[in-house]
């Protein structure tokens, strides 16, 4: 029977990059796990006394969160859909937690011409049986392939590397995981166009009924979000500031709200720069995301900006957090 009076437990990743990122998203939110024995497979974080951190495998996770025996985990988003069920025990709290970033695609021989599903269906049909496919994700791929094809097929669950199994015949293709596409090249494989099943990264998961039933757990679930959430956000952002001559505030923003990028978060921050020189002179902050920083650059030296300076945003905080909001939302249905 479960002993309620444990502590909170959040389970991480073991070995690997899926390891090494989520140690480094706890750190970089102020929250490192302080792990002096590599050997140990418990640690804490000393900034909640009342967590204890363990580390399991990342299927592992899913199923220790699912029954309750580990309130939160950090794993492969492919992984917690393949193994999750349909029991409704376990709560995506992010979807993406900006690391282990890979896609899960239907995988042939290079020297098949077929480049669709419908022609991998033909070919099926031709060979008068069904196709052969050795996976790891045995519920992705059989949803994918009953929900996008009429591909008659045969799974063969395999465990290790799956490149080899064309080549030698126990299956005809794979449904395996891609990140750089390197071994696909060197085992003369490729993806099928239009065959990826889903794109996916580190994920947060919970238990449902922990969060519903724990107060100081819900506590915990909401500090997680808050600081990872900010984080995300700061992380995909930059800061501008820079100095425009200008004679009032109002003739600035009016030039802002003319252009396209530069117009910050909820406007843009004006003030007046206190100097011994005669012409009026404000400087402006405003907040963009990276892939705009040239435009930003741009309309910037439009208004006549600048002394323009960049530098990293680490955390934007909002008022009501989307992840806490859904969380909630989420927990609300199922009282």
Known sequence: MENRNRKIRIALPSKGLLAEGSKQLLADVGLPVYNP???????????LPQVEVIFQRPGDIVISVRDGSVDFGITGRDIYLEKKDNNGNILELHS??????CSLNVIIPDEWEENSLQEIQKRQVSLGRPLKIATKFPNLTNQFFTDNSDISFELIEAEGALEIAPTVGYADLIVDLVSTGTTLRDNRLRKLPGGTLLEAEACLIANKARLQNEPETLKIATQLLEMIGAHLRGNRNLAIFANVRAQSEQEIADKIFDKEVIGGLQGPTVSRIINRSSESFYAIHVVVTKEKLHQAIGELREIGGSGVVVTPVNYIFEEEPLEI???????????
Not at 37 to 47: K, T
Not at 325 to 332: D, G, K, P, S, V
């Open 325 to 335: 909001i859904n969380m909630m939302a989420a927990l609300e249905v199922e009282k």
């Open 96 to 101: 993406q937690l900006g690391f282990a970033k």
């Open 37 to 47: 024995n590599p050997r140990q497979y418990i640690a804490w974080i000393s900034l």
